[in-house]
């Protein structure tokens, strides 16, 4: 399938979850495709659009932008579409950095070639900070592979030790291969409306509980902090407060995992541990299956599948927990978070779900 | 002419100061004049305090190593494996380069290790700061 029909079997399978029918959307969200052709596309009439388009979370940014519009009565029904022909490049627009931009004059020039030379950059500091191992980084892929044993429909299932992790191919030291996230095609799609018309549909209500997001730059040199995103330190305790939760609240959590770094980084951002002990507590087997935390119980970016921007995989994931059909379900989830990253921590979005109707 | 050469910047007008200065061997920063701030990149106004009094000087060149990848993969302009570096220069602000005269290996490059300013020039109007480890 091109790129925009990615976008739009995503979208139809979405409506037929929710039975309904393009003639019931009057709100679009989408990210690289524009709203004009998505809503041309499936023969939708909107009163409200937004192309949020900052990279893999633009999708936890568009459900904040989706909820806040319902609320303030702009929409009913909004449909948020994700299309990405990352593998097949069939359909999909071209990539470049132009050269005029602040990157394409202060980081182009010096070698980097996509995301896996440019992610990893703040890593070898935040190693040094913290004294985290490349075991503990290895950590990271093997505990995710588990989880990915248990999804059908992930890409690689089959059970990976620290080793084979620190031996697979360098890509960008200190990164590896099994380290660096998959490259696929793929799409989704989530609708959303008022919880008060949730008896109206036919599946398992989700609840938005609350959400968050920001940006802090477009490129990775000029973080402020290498150990730790900004973006992320807004976009989740942002969430957290607005749903009301509290660590020990949440059941399921899912952390966009472009690399193997990325969880260590949002495990600390979000608090869920102090500063520097992401790569212990990983280690520590809290975040593996008959852990206390489970996350991305779909294998992630780095086990499950990749389109080079995850964001709304990680929401569907989070979405089958609350409804209670994932794969590797967690028995009585409640509450899930659902955290992703934009860019090369250029952006955060953070959406907290639950299943009870607050 | 080289088969395979860097990306190369297109220089703008907020930025062509930078760019002059290099090709002169300079490298320049630019101080707010109200506030005081050190930034980069380039911009005709202190992102701190929104001034529109800003100063361009010459920075010292020097700087530490900040943090790296080395990359593996080949990329035009570049043999692999190769460093790509973010440095601290002395004056505060963080800049990507590649760092010369040193191994391109992780016993090598060592965080935090002092370096100083060298300038490649990749034709007449863009010449590139690079860093090299201190000598002595």
Redesign the interface.
Known sequence: MSQIQLHADAALNAMADAALMPADIDGVATAVETPQQIAHYLGITPSWVDGTSVGGCSFMIHVRHAAAAIASGLCRTVLITHGESGRSRVGAPPRSVPPSSLAGQFEQPFGPMGPPSLFPIPVLRYMKAYGVTHEQLAMVSVVQREWAAKNPRATFRTPITVDEVLNSRMIAYPLRLLQCCLVTDGGGALILTAGERAADFPQKPVYVLGTGESVETPMVSQMEDFTSSRAFRVAGPTAFRAAGITHADVDHLMIYDAFAHLPLYGLEDLGFVPRGEAGRFIEARNTAPGGKLPLNTNGGGLSYMHSGMYGMYALQESVRQMRGIAPAQIEGAKISVCHGVGGMFAASGTVVFGNQRP | MPDSV???????PE?QHFWDGTRQHELRLQRCDACGRIY??PRPFCPACASRSVTVFAASGKAVL????????P?S??TP??A???VELAEGP?????IVDCAQT?EALQ?DMPLEVVFEK?DDEIT?ALFRPMKG
């Open positions: 860097r990306a190369r910047p297109q220089p703008t930025t980069f990149p900040h943090s790296y990848v080395i990359h593996h993969r990329v302009g570049f494996p190769y790509i570096a973010v963080r800049m990507m380069t590649n992780p965080l990749l590139l």
